[in-house]
């Protein structure tokens, strides 16, 4: 379950991030709460998480997923580049915390 939970606090954590974004755009209470409740819940299910997982490996899976999915969101919805050197370091960030858990 705590995987799980994992995965969820990283998804969290990439809505958390766009609601950023929006917040820029729109200036509106709806996306600052948003974002709080983005980023909250992420942190909640993250400490959930590290109930049972090391907090390193969490920690690193937690914000690989954060910072990969917030920039494959960042070329899907607001046209960020897409350079293959760009895509090339997502999938390093991704298999640095693939490699954690496999060695821990």
Known sequence: MSWIYLILAGVLEMFGVTMISSLHKNRNWQSLFMLFAGFGGSFLLLAFAMEE???GTAYA???GIGASGGAVLGMILYG???DWKR???IFL???AAVGLK???
Do not use: A, D, R
Request: net charge neutral; aromatic share 16%; hydrophobic share 55%.
């Open 93 to 95: 960030v991704l298999g």
């Open 102 to 104: 496999l060695t821990s």
């Open 80 to 82: 960020e580049s897409k």
């Open 61 to 63: 899976i937690w914000t």
């Open 53 to 55: 997982l090391p907090m």
């Open 87 to 89: 895509i090339f370091f």
